[in-house]
């Protein structure tokens, strides 16, 4: 558990002199907002890193690597459609009887899975075959797809989902509500998986998320709380960070290491007011945050800590700091629905 950073809340004095430093940071993100969306910097082009952490650490390489097997995919598309596909669990299975961290039906597996690890086996359940496994089908639909106009990328996720014959008799993305549904969250997935190369564009909700976090300051924590009247608006760490940004039109996933993939993940100097920050006890795996507030300026946030405590400011830069995420409408909306398990 995180030690408690300092009662800001004792005394109204105390309460005064915080809302006016808050009060200053709105205005400064209402500001940024609205000077710095035109001014943001376009990624450069070149090879795709992966965000920091965004893939777990047993996987990092092997999407790196096969991430690149072909120009219509990047590792960051690859771990888009891993995670979308599976949440990263190597034992899943779909009610489709799709199997392993790749999702493929034993039928396409028969034709398509390949031995990554060179171990004289292909093993479905095995991510070192199922991985690559991935990459290659990627591969091989978009030279199925590679004389159709548009984006190959998007081409290529249009006939995963749709078939390549849709594909080359529509010349594009196929007027399917479901095929444009999945090409388009993989597409917003990918942004959040990839490492920024160039400023990322500042949140126009952050100033209500903010406020609304604000309003909160002083609640008792409670596990498990999403603010319900009968939990007596009371919020865990994720509950609070998921109802401010509902407040503002953006629906965030429950859980704290899923809210990590609603949007690009900005450095520690980059911060801005409405960035969620997380936190965890393996700063290279996204997948055991444990913690998140919302960041307010000034190396502080707000949190809600821990039971006995209350939403408060504190500090960020202690040794668990994992990272941050500027939330998105589009890169929230992409995220799957998961059972909510343990909280956060």
């Avoid at 031995?115 to 690559?132: F, L, N, R, T, V």
Wanted: aromatic content about 10%; some cysteine.
């Amino acid at each position: 558990m995180r030690r408690a950073g300092k009662a800001w809340l004792l005394g109204g004095g105390a309460f005064g002199v915080c809302v006016g430093f808050l009060a200053l940071l709105l205005v400064g993100t209402y500001a940024a907002a609205a000077g710095f969306l035109g001014g943001a910097g376009s990624a450069a082009t070149g090879t795709v890193a992966l965000a920091k952490g965004a893939v777990p650490t047993a996987y990092q390489g092997l999407v790196q690597r096969w991430g690149n097997l072909c120009p219509a995919i990047n590792p960051a598309l690859l771990a888009a459609q891993l995670y979308q596909e599976s949440g990263w669990n190597p034992r899943a299975v779909s009610p489709a009887n799709a199997r392993g961290i790749a999702q493929f039906i034993p039928g396409t597996w028969a034709s398509h899975g390949v031995d990554g690890d060179g171990d004289g086996d292909k093993d479905i359940w095995d991510p070192q075959d199922a991985i690559p496994s991935a990459a290659s089908y990627d591969c091989a639909l978009a030279g199925y797809v590679r004389k159709v106009p548009g984006d190959p990328a998007s081409n290529m996720l249009a006939a995963y989902n749709a078939g390549a014959y849709a594909v080359i008799k529509y010349r594009g993305v196929p007027p399917y509500s479901e095929t444009q549904n999945y090409v388009r969250i993989i597409r917003s997935l990918e942004k959040s998986f990839a490492r920024p190369q160039g400023r990322v564009a500042p949140s126009q909700q952050a100033a209500g998320a903010i406020h609304f976090a604000q309003s909160k300051l002083g609640t008792p924590y409670l596990w498990g709380g999403t603010g319900t009247a009968a939990q007596g608006g009371r919020f865990d760490c994720s509950g609070l960070t998921q109802a401010a940004y509902r407040e503002v039109g953006i629906e965030l996933p429950r859980v704290a290491n899923d809210q990590y993939n609603a949007g690009p993940h900005p450095r520690r100097d980059e911060l801005l007011p409405g960035d969620l920050v997380f936190f965890s006890d393996d700063l290279t795996n996204s997948r055991a945050i444990r913690h998140v507030g919302i960041y307010v300026g000034g190396g502080y946030m707000i949190d809600a800590p821990r039971t006995g405590a209350v939403i408060r400011f504190t500090r960020i830069d202690t040794p668990d700091y994992f990272g941050a995420t500027r939330v998105t409408k589009d890169g929230a909306a992409a995220l799957p629905t998961r059972p909510a398990g343990a909280q956060a």
